[in-house]
């Protein structure tokens, strides 16, 4: 039997979703194992819902937004392009596989393009078979190690005694939101990833010895061409320096 | 303390029964936690079926309802309305859509019930963690905005009019009138156009409850469904419209003798710099085209318009005016533009004299167009056989593939006035014929007994041999290529989105078609609303339209307006967001990413706070927020994780 991944989309309220529901009015068909969420707008897109999504055992996430241009809040489409792309980068480096993360920008009336995206997407999944997050059973320690996963392998030491949240000095939610995910080292991982300073102090925090500063440098080296998050220059405001 | 859940399938007749085992699903749904109750009903959204819901509330104190039917587009409003009527709060109501997104797009019964199942639980998942909302009303200004003053425009704005609400109609161009001011006659009662347009188009001058802005546009749209800012730039035209008698006697004077084409002629004739565009324009006012006027382009001129004009109205130091409007709803007709026949070089068209545009023939064939009427060549001779050929630039995969609707018909009644006119021999070259009106068929009839010859196939080509046009098509009724040698060939050229519709659709926030033009709500319930409350279409700027269901289109449009007007308050949706100031620490990247300009930083507490009027709820500054102090209303990063969770395990 062919191996049918487990596709969950999120789709923006303005064009993938009322698109889903024009192609349903044309009665047109696509494949059952799209799941499909509806956002007001891809802008919301938490990287959370992604975590959550590969952690419960979805194969793919496939992210349907407003075409260029067309986003009803303006440049929603445009951040949810700068998360998924950095999403895509953790996926990468984990070994996970970018391949399984995509992002489509469609007008809610392009609905043979909708089922093109759609089953294509997950015949990309199932070529690419079960994600390797849920074969490797983050959370049990006794699956031996695979090649190729040598993150995954290293992330499996975490046992949840959040010192890396600890020391971080860009975590500073109140009530963490991840704490509850099987493998918080990696929730922390995506959570930080693009704020991170670099100061190093999670892996000297990590009792386990995960390489988290290596593999945030890694990522960083990947972030280099999304360009700046914030628009902050580094250094005080000028206005706040006193002259002397 | 555990909460009651009614979950409610629809069967929807077959719609969802006939691929989705619903009793299956009930079954499944009442295993689900916090399940009080399960139940699965034919039409759910009939009088029993709300009926069934609402008892429940009654007797089981059901306080979470789940309704698995169609798209919550259909009837999120029905069953919120249902709920809140035995006393529990609208949102706490979630819709599984299992039509549009399971039953209708799935065959496999097996797989599509087990989909609607992941969806219903994910659903189920979700409603535990709403919340109690209360929606906002806001005031609405009872004014309207009608941008773009053609024919729909000019409809919509006297019908608001008439009914007593102020209007404030803008247009680019320097007089309203849009394309319809250029036609001739109008199939298939061949009606003259002007005379059945201009008491429509003076009406608006006059009536008080409009106010008129020509050579204008809008440059941003503030706010929302009730309480739009509009920003509007009025061009100057140099010429005070209130001193200015439109006597004409500064066109005689421009020194500007050569001329420029003229926009309104369809470039069959020139004008000068200063000019009133045709003898019926509204407002009939002179317009100094700043980009040929010598003075204005290359600072040298003698000025004789400003000695030519008695009453001293032309003024070169006019400048630009943007002036704000509060409006409560918009109507956006902009109509659209003729394909540019240029794009298919195959025709000639601006390569041989004597190729013309349909819309250039209208003007050879009115009689206030650079003629008087009269079809005649460039040389000035009567053409003595002339081809028409439909679907240029329409249902061509090279250039657009929509019909243009009008165009055959328009095809025809030129044919019609050039036979009358000129006697010519008159070739139709056609793919199909679409007389699809009231009386459009009969005229079609009417025209073919008149002695006009109609091949049908798609003129494939235009070229000169031994000084004359020739058409190349193949007749598919013959099944062979004829070449037709003429005197004149008449493109009719399709009606395209207009140049500046994209610019348009981003300054409204409305969104577009594949195809280009804009998109209503519903294609086939919600015609003439767009996705963005309050905005409205009206006209070809929604797709091609003949000036019958431009007119009812329009009225439609009015129509909607009032009825928001009328009603004084409207409900807006509460999935604002808002900022935790316990939690909030003052990173600004909120105020980043916000679109809207809605969050604002507290300098003295080092927090940021949301401006709920401001807020779309668009939830960007929440997934931005590093430590989720902001959240939106009814897409709670909880509800959303516990959808998340429902529908994968």
């Not at chain 2, 139709?428 to 008149?450: C, H, L, P, S, T």
């Not at chain 2, 926030?509 to 409205?536: C, W, Y």
């Not at chain 2, 797709?543 to 909607?560: L, M, N, R």
């Amino acid at each position: 039997m062919n191996f049918e991944p487990i596709v969950l989309g999120f789709l923006c309220q303005q064009s993938g979703d009322l698109c889903a529901d024009f192609a349903g009015m044309e009665q047109k068909t696509y494949a059952p194992n799209f799941l499909p969420i509806k956002l007001p707008c891809l802008g919301g897109l938490d990287t959370i819902y992604l975590l959550k999504a590969y952690f419960l055992g979805s194969d793919g996430v496939l992210v349907l937004g407003c075409p260029e241009g067309h986003c009803k809040h303006k440049k929603g489409n445009e951040i949810a392009q700068r998360r998924v792309q950095a999403f895509q980068s953790l996926l990468e480096v984990l070994g996970i596989g970018k391949d399984r993360l995509d992002l489509a920008l469609i007008h809610s009336s392009e609905i043979s393009r909708l089922i093109k995206m759609i089953d294509g997407f997950i015949e990309r999944v199932a070529k690419l078979g079960p994600s390797p997050l849920i074969q490797s059973n983050l959370t049990s320690k006794k699956r031996e190690a695979s090649e190729g996963l040598y993150w995954l392998e290293q992330f499996k030491k975490c046992d949840h005694c959040y010192q890396c949240k600890e020391v971080c000095p860009i975590c500073f939610c109140k009530r963490c939101y991840i704490g509850s995910l099987p493998n918080f080292a990696i929730a922390w991982l995506a959570h930080v990833m693009e704020r991170c300073t670099g100061c190093g102090r999670c892996e000297d925090a990590c009792p386990q010895g995960i390489r988290l500063f290596d593999i945030i440098q890694l990522l960083r080296q990947k972030f280099l061409t999304l360009g700046p998050l914030f628009s902050q220059k580094e250094g005080k405001k000028e206005e706040k320096i006193i002259q002397i | 303390m555990g909460k009651k859940i009614g979950v409610y399938i629809c069967h929807c007749g077959t719609n969802i029964a006939g691929t989705v085992d619903c009793s299956e699903l009930g079954r499944f749904a009442a295993t689900l936690p916090e399940v009080s109750v399960s139940r699965d009903y034919r039409y759910l959204c009939s009088d029993p079926g709300q009926d069934l819901i609402k008892k429940d509330i009654r007797e089981l104190s059901i306080d979470r309802v789940v309704v698995a039917a169609c798209s919550p587009r259909m009837h999120e409003t029905t069953f919120r309305n249902a709920i809140s009527s035995e006393g529990l709060n609208p949102y706490f109501l979630n819709i599984a859509n299992i039509r549009e997104q399971c039953s209708w797009v799935h065959k496999d019964r097996e797989r599509a019930t087990e989909k609607a199942k992941h969806i219903v639980q994910a659903a189920v998942a979700r409603v535990t963690h709403h919340e109690s909302l209360e929606a906002r009303r806001v005031e609405i200004k009872p004014s309207v905005l009608v941008v773009g003053a053609g024919i729909a425009g000019i409809q919509a704005a006297l019908t608001i009019a008439n009914e007593g609400t102020k209007v404030s109609l803008i247009e680019k161009a320097p007089y309203i009138g849009g394309h319809m001011a250029q036609l001739d006659k109008t199939f298939p009662t061949l009606d003259c156009a002007s005379c059945i347009f201009t008491p429509k188009t003076v009406e608006v001058a006059r009536n008080k409850n409009i106010e008129l802005f020509v050579y204008s546009e809008v440059i941003n749209v503030k706010g929302y469904v009730g309480n739009f800012v509009v920003t509007i730039k009025k061009h100057p035209t140099h010429v005070d419209p209130i001193r200015c008698t439109g006597c004409g006697d500064c066109v005689g004077a421009c020194l500007l003798k050569k001329g420029v084409p003229s926009e309104f002629e369809e470039r069959m004739a020139m004008r000068r710099a200063i000019y009133i565009p045709f003898p019926q324009a509204v407002p009939l006012k002179a317009v100094i085209d700043r980009e040929s006027c010598l003075f204005l382009s290359r600072g040298k001129c003698k000025k004789t318009c400003v000695d030519a004009c008695k009453a001293g109205a032309i003024d070169f130091d006019q400048k630009e005016e943007v002036i704000e409007k509060e409006v409560g709803s918009i109507i956006i007709a902009t109509g659209y533009d003729p394909f540019d026949p240029h794009l298919l070089p195959q025709y000639g068209y601006g390569v041989y004299e004597n190729i013309i545009t349909g819309l250039q023939f209208e003007r050879l064939s009115s009689p206030s167009g650079p003629t008087q009427g009269e079809i005649l060549l460039k040389d000035g001779t009567v053409p003595k056989s002339i081809a028409f050929l439909h679907c240029i630039g329409s249902r061509d995969e090279n250039a657009k593939l929509h019909c243009s609707r009008v165009c055959c018909m328009a095809s025809m009644k030129q044919a019609h006035l050039a036979k009358e006119k000129t006697g010519a021999e008159i070739y139709e070259f056609y793919i199909d014929i679409n007389a699809f009106g009231k009386g459009y068929q009969e005229f079609y009839k009417r025209v073919r007994e008149e002695g006009i010859y109609f091949i049908r196939g798609k003129g494939s080509e235009i070229f000169k041999r031994d000084g004359r046009l020739v058409v190349e098509a193949e007749d598919t009724l013959l099944g062979t290529p004829v070449e037709i040698p003429v005197d004149m060939a008449v493109l009719g050229t399709g009606l395209t989105p207009h140049r500046d519709a994209e610019k348009v659709a981003q300054v409204f926030g409305i969104s577009q078609s594949a195809d280009g033009f804009f998109m209503e709500a519903h294609p086939k319930l919600r015609p003439v609303s767009t996705n963005v409350d309050g905005i409205f279409l009206a006209g070809c700027c929604q797709g091609p339209k003949d000036i019958p269901d431009t007119v009812a289109q329009a009225s439609a449009a009015a129509a909607e307006a009032i009825s928001l007007v009328a009603q004084g308050q409207v409900e807006v949706e509460a999935t604002t967001s808002s900022i935790d100031p316990e939690i909030c620490a003052g990173c600004k990247l909120c105020i980043e990413v916000c679109p809207y300009s809605a969050i604002e930083f507290l300098n003295l507490k080092g927090i940021s706070v949301v401006n709920e009027a401001l807020c779309k709820g668009c939830g960007a500054c929440t997934a931005v927020c590093p430590s989720k102090a902001a959240r939106q209303k009814h897409f709670t990063q909880d509800q959303v994780l516990a959808e998340v969770e429902g529908m994968i395990t």
